[in-house]
Every structure is written in structure tokens, then in C-alpha cells.
């Protein structure tokens, strides 16, 4: 016993002898690698003065007397942005590598590709702030955007993945995790999800309230914030709109629901210039004072405005107290100490990045930027096989459209190193070996006269992503942005679509946009149809490889689209059990949630569960078979729906709880094995104030959208 008294003692005197002798090497405590995250974050308050802890409720929490380096946002919501059409980054533009927008990326339904974008991003953030060359940027992100697409007319549609909050989170929780990294003590980059929460109509954005029950907040609007925070984000923006009426920088959901429940104790930040929209758009709050005050006492610990002098008076006024300021920004320093911006050289493997030529220039990087294009775009149409195009076969090709030899970049694009139009991409596909013609409009009947001189047409049309025009201004009513929203479904190119199309049967249309369009005519008379977002550099190449066959699309719509306006609740209408996504949506879409081709076709068989109930860990495992049937190899989405047909509240029509897309070669046939957790059936139960996971009757259902079902079965709960 005395022998084991005295190895506890001696262990314990060299742990301490240890300690102290690290400590020797800091000139203060919060240097200390080795000490809790927590107790260096209490050293450094008790450092700080109170004009030193007004700093840090900005965005860029850098004490110079302390030699505390922090760092502050870039955008980055499909590449890094620090140059582009907005300009970001004045003080030093940097190529760097573009992606598909967010709406492109939604439409891979590949999160690990999600994860390979966002490491790339994370990458050559890293890179430019580190590279003595450049020595710009930082390392918060601002990605990815976690709101859910619930109307096509919303302007920033183009920035969000899609309609489903189970499918937005998975996708955000990939892009988190290649921005954050693998490390397991450190972050390559902080992911910052915007905007929390229920954020889908510009206009009137500024004041207007998004109003539903709480159901709908916890299952449908804040599930992948949630998502987000579970895969590692510890960063988020709060949203201009309110929610029932109370504007969502001060709501206490950002407190008790983000902060005490789901573990959120990172940065909480606002959007820009949201402080006096408290007082003098929603007029919730008298005063820039009293508004800064209880933005704090909310959560918020970076404000993106002028807030120094109303923090200043909430002190003095004695609303706001040094303890509340200490409260809040000890999440600005937990974001710091997991990038390791306060631990010594060498300790972070992220800090080593810096050396060798620049990434967006490095064929890895092309590389993916390829391939996350090509995964993106979604075969809509394709009447008797006329894709992919035979280059062996056609003499003359005809290349049509305003938006044919462009690569067009939105308000949050950064600068890519270089583009590749469609034109370019199909010029280098096809070789000198056929002939093309191109023509950008119909003006004096040129492209008619092209199309009939052309064996096949490839017609480019879509949206312009600023609208190419000023800010809050779209000439073009189908179009919308930022501060914009759509007011027309309409396709205005449409009609140089009918006119090529009666002049040469061998159309191909490829729909470049940001949004939903209402291509019915398209569809109806024109045989083969592709979509693909803007933004990418590697937009033509990737274009070029689907419409000659060197990759199968196997992208898959994440929104429904509809018909026509008419088939609309009314734009501020945030109910979405009143006819809104697929969950809810009444009558017949023109192509439904999850819908997309491929060149070859896929057999599903065996369905199959690995119990009829669930397992002590609360999951189960549904599978079935799937087949290429063609004679190419092609990628399939096999999606897993739920309905509850027993539920004591009202569910939606059905719930996408599971999707996998997968590549298979011809005739290959492979076993898709998707996991259901009971967690994610549960319902909010607004009396209790928790989820409720309830006896009920499953309807479980597996197909390739959510219109297209090819087994079913029932499982009791």
C-alpha cells in the first residue's frame, strides 16, 4: 500500500514538475498547448481590458499587446472568395479555384464530394494567408449556406442545396468536414453556416417575419443547422428576417435551442449591417443601445456593423454588464484555439501549409472541379437516346445561345484562374474534325439558319446571376439575387428555343441556371434536356463530357419544379404544410424532388430489411439491389422515403431519410445498404418540449426520386 501511495505521489510530482516547466516557456498561460481549452480561455479574459473585449465582438478577434492573433471571414460558399464580382477582399485579389454554386453541388447528391470541395477550399485558405507571397484572406468561411430552397422564386436560391432538411444537412455536414479537416486536435478552416434561420425571401428581407409553429422550426427549418452542428460547425450567422415576430438576431432560440441544446458554444455572428435593422426596420427595439444589448445577451459575440458605440452606451446604461461580454466571446476563442492561431509553431499541421505553387492551379485541384461538375448535371430528357452525341458521326454541329460561351459568376463568386465556356468545351471535345457553328442570338434569323445547317443543335440558355445589372435591380422578371426575388418562372430564351427546334428536330437544350425553371414547352417538344449550375471554371469541359458520353450524368434535382406560378402558396406563406416542397406539394410537378436520368438504365430487386425492428442503438439497415441494365457504365441515386401512417400529428406525404449514389459498370449489380435511425423519425412535441419518437406505422419506400417508388413495406414502430 505505501509502495502504491508513493508511485500516485511520484507520478503526481513529475505531472506538476512537467506543467511548470512548460509554463516556463510562456510568457502567459493561455500559450500553453497543454492546458484545458476552457482554462486558457479564462486567462486570457482576465488579460484583456474592457476596450480589448469590445474588440472581440467583432469579427477578427486579434490582440496585438497580448500577441493574441485571430482571424476573420471569407466568403466561400462554392471556392474561396477573395476577388469576383463583388470585390471581396479589396485589399488583394487571389485566384482561386470555383466550384458549381451551391445549388450545382446540392445536385451531385455525393457528399464526399462535398467533403473534396470543401477541403479544397480549406486548403487554399490556408495557403494565401500563410504564403508570404500573398499574406491575405483568413480562415472563419463563411459555407456553407444550411437554409432550405422552399420556393424557387427565392433569389438566393442559387446558394443552398435544395428543398429537404434531412438532404441540406447531409450535404452541409460533408462541405463541414472538408473545411474543418481530419485533424483531431486542430481545424484546417472554421465553417460558418449562414443564415440561421428561415430565411427565403429577399425582398422585404430587412422586416419582414417568417412565421410557423415549432414543429416546423425543429423538423423542418433548423434540422441542418443541427445537422451542421453534430458533424463539427461551431459557427453561424443569424438571419436578417424575424421568426413569429422576433427578429432572429436577438431571438432566444440562439441561446437556449443552438447554444444549451445542441452544444453550439463557437461563433454566433450577425449579418451585415443587421444591428440598426432592430430598430429601424423591424422597430422590435427602441434604440441601437438596447438592440446591441440584447443581441449579446442572446449569443451574438461578432457583430458585422459599427457597434462599438452602442455596446459603449448598453454599458454605461447598465443594460449590458463586462460579464455578459465575457460570456459571449469566450466562443471567439474557442473557434481560435481549435485553428491554432494561439499554440506555438509546429504544434498545428494546417500552419505548415504555405510552400510550393499555387493549388488552384495543381491538376488535383482542376481535377475536382471537374469532377464535381460532371456530377452535378442532371439529365432531364432524352428522347430516342440522341445523348450522347457520336463526335464520329457529326459533320456540322451548331452551337446556340447567350450563355454558350460564357461562364458567369454570382455575388459570392471569387475569381477562378481560369474558365472554360461551353463553346470551348465542345470546340475541344469535337476537335477539328467537325465542323461548328456558333451563333449567340437569333438576330437576323442567324441561329435558324445555323440549326438548319447543323446535323445536331446544343442551344445554351439560363439565368445571369447578378442579372447583370445593379444591386436590388433584375430587368428580367424570371431572374432574382440577392435582395432580389423572382417574379416569373418563365424562361425568357425560351423562345429561341422553339425556333431552333422547328428549324432542326436534333436539339439538345442545356439549361445553365440558378433556380427552377418552367420549361414546359421545352419538355414537351424537345428530345434531350440537361441542367448544371453557374459558376464553375470547369463548366465546359464537364458540359462537354456528359453530352458526348465520357461521364453518365447521374445528378438529381434537389427541388421540385413546378409547372407554373400558379402551382405557388403565396411567397411569405412559411407554412409549408400549405402546398410547399415535395413533402406538401398539390398537383403534378413538372419533375419531382430527386428526379434525373442516366444513359443506361438500372434494375432494382431484393428489397430487404435487416430487422423488423430497430437494434439497441436505435438503427436498422435497409437494402436492395441495384442493376445497370445498359451498355454503358452509370451512376444511380437510390433514395430511402419514410411516411408515418399512424402518426398522432400531421407528417408530411413522405421524408427522404436516406440516399447513396453509386457507380456501376454494365451489368454490374451491387447491394445498397442505407441506415435508418429511429432519432430521425421522431416528431417535436410542443407540450413536452423534446423529440417524441411515437408508436406508429412506417411506410418504408425505396426508388429514384420521390415520385418514382419501386419498393415499399410496412414496419410497425
Not at 485571430?70 to 487571389?94: C, D, F, I, M, Q
Not at 510552400?355 to 488535383?364: I, K, N, R, T, V
Not at 462537354?544 to 453518365?552: E, K, S
Request: hydrophobic fraction near 40%; charged fraction near 20%.
Amino acid at each position: 500500500m505505501k509502495t502504491l501511495r508513493h508511485l500516485f505521489t511520484t507520478s503526481a510530482l513529475l505531472l506538476t514538475l512537467g506543467l511548470l516547466r512548460a509554463a516556463a516557456q510562456f510568457q502567459y498561460p493561455f500559450q500553453n498547448p497543454r492546458l484545458p481549452a476552457e482554462q486558457r480561455i479564462d486567462n486570457i479574459l482576465s488579460l484583456l481590458t474592457l476596450d480589448e473585449k469590445i474588440i472581440c465582438l467583432g469579427t477578427n478577434p486579434s490582440i496585438p499587446r497580448l500577441g493574441i492573433v485571430g482571424t476573420g471571414h471569407s466568403e466561400g460558399l462554392h471556392g474561396l472568395a477573395l476577388g469576383g464580382p463583388a470585390n471581396w477582399n479589396r485589399r488583394k485579389n487571389v485566384p482561386t479555384t470555383q466550384f458549381p454554386q451551391g445549388y450545382g453541388l446540392g445536385e451531385t447528391w455525393d457528399p464526399e464530394m462535398m467533403r473534396q470541395v470543401g477541403a479544397v477550399e480549406g486548403y487554399e485558405a490556408r495557403y494565401v494567408l500563410q504564403n508570404p507571397k500573398y499574406a491575405t484572406g483568413n480562415l472563419v468561411i463563411r459555407a456553407p449556406n444550411a437554409d432550405l430552397g422552399r420556393d424557387p422564386r427565392w433569389g438566393r436560391t442559387e446558394e443552398c442545396y435544395g428543398e429537404d432538411p434531412f438532404f441540406n444537412g447531409t450535404m452541409a455536414a460533408g462541405m463541414i468536414k472538408g473545411l474543418q479537416g481530419d485533424d483531431p486536435t486542430y481545424w484546417q478552416t472554421a465553417a460558418l453556416m449562414k443564415h440561421f434561420l428561415a430565411n427565403s425571401n429577399e425582398v422585404g428581407r430587412e422586416r419582414t417575419s417568417s412565421n410557423f409553429d415549432e414543429r416546423l422550426f425543429h423538423e423542418y427549418y433548423a434540422l441542418p443547422f443541427r445537422m451542421g452542428v453534430e458533424a463539427g460547425s461551431r459557427a453561424y450567422m443569424a438571419s436578417y428576417n424575424a421568426w413569429n415576430g422576433i427578429p432572429m438576431m436577438v431571438s432566444p432560440v440562439l441561446r437556449d435551442v443552438t447554444v444549451n441544446q445542441w452544444g453550439q458554444n463557437g461563433i454566433i455572428c450577425t449579418d451585415g449591417g443587421a444591428l440598426k435593422l432592430l430598430y429601424k426596420e423591424h422597430k422590435y427595439l427602441p434604440d441601437s443601445v438596447w438592440a446591441a444589448a440584447t443581441a449579446v445577451k442572446m449569443g451574438i459575440n461578432q457583430f458585422l456593423d459599427d457597434y462599438t458605440g452602442p455596446i459603449r452606451g448598453a454599458l454605461k446604461e447598465k443594460l449590458l454588464t463586462e460579464k455578459d461580454i465575457d460570456r459571449v466571446i469566450r466562443g471567439d476563442f474557442r473557434v481560435m484555439l481549435k485553428l491554432g492561431l494561439l499554440d506555438p509553431a509546429g504544434a498545428n499541421k494546417y500552419a505548415a501549409i504555405k510552400d510550393g505553387p499555387e493549388p488552384w492551379l495543381s491538376e488535383a485541384h482542376k481535377a475536382i472541379a471537374r469532377k464535381v461538375t460532371q456530377k452535378s448535371i442532371v439529365l432531364l430528357k432524352n428522347e430516342g437516346n440522341l445523348l450522347p452525341l457520336d463526335k464520329g458521326k457529326l459533320k456540322t454541329l451548331a452551337v446556340i445561345g447567350p450563355r454558350a460561351d460564357q461562364v458567369l459568376l454570382d455575388w459570392y463568386s471569387g475569381t477562378p484562374p481560369y474558365t472554360v465556356s461551353p463553346l470551348a468545351g465542345i470546340r475541344a471535345k469535337v476537335g477539328e474534325g467537325v465542323k461548328i457553328i456558333y451563333e449567340e442570338t437569333n438576330q437576323d434569323n442567324r441561329a435558324v439558319n445555323a440549326a438548319r445547317a447543323a446535323d445536331v443543335v446544343i442551344v445554351v440558355v439560363g439565368n445571369h446571376p447578378t442579372c447583370n445589372a445593379g444591386w436590388a435591380t433584375c430587368p428580367d422578371a424570371s431572374e432574382g439575387k440577392e435582395s432580389v426575388d423572382r417574379k416569373s418562372l418563365t424562361l425568357t430564351d425560351e423562345l429561341l428555343i422553339k425556333q431552333v427546334r422547328r428549324a432542326n428536330p436534333n436539339t439538345v437544350v442545356a439549361l445553365v441556371s440558378s433556380f427552377p425553371y418552367a420549361i414546359t414547352w421545352t419538355q414537351q417538344n424537345v428530345p434531350a434536356i440537361v441542367h448544371l449550375a453557374q459558376n464553375s471554371e470547369e463548366l465546359g469541359n464537364a458540359l462537354a463530357d456528359v453530352l458526348f458520353g465520357d461521364y453518365n450524368p447521374g445528378g438529381r434535382l434537389t427541388q421540385t419544379w413546378p409547372r407554373s406560378l400558379d402551382q405557388l402558396p403565396p411567397m411569405l406563406d412559411y407554412n409549408i404544410r400549405n402546398g410547399r416542397t415535395y413533402q406538401y406539394f398539390q398537383g403534378e410537378p413538372l419533375y419531382p424532388f430527386g428526379f434525373g436520368l442516366s444513359y443506361p438504365t438500372f434494375q432494382y430487386s431484393n428489397f430487404r430489411l435487416s430487422s423488423r425492428q430497430f437494434n439497441k442503438a436505435g438503427e436498422l439497415t435497409v437494402s436492395v439491389d441495384v442493376q445497370n441494365t445498359g451498355a454503358r457504365p452509370g451512376d444511380e441515386v437510390v433514395q430511402l422515403y419514410v411516411s408515418h401512417l399512424r402518426s398522432v400529428v400531421a407528417r408530411p406525404r413522405k421524408e427522404l431519410k436516406g440516399f447513396q449514389r453509386l457507380t456501376l459498370q454494365p451489368r454490374e449489380k451491387r447491394t445498397v445498404r442505407l441506415p435508418l435511425r429511429a432519432a430521425d423519425l421522431r416528431y417535436w412535441h410542443e407540450g413536452l418540449q423534446r423529440f417524441e419518437l411515437e408508436k406508429d406505422a412506417l411506410n418504408l419506400m425505396v426508388g429514384s426520386s420521390a415520385s418514382h417508388v419501386q419498393f415499399q413495406q410496412v414496419l410497425q414502430l
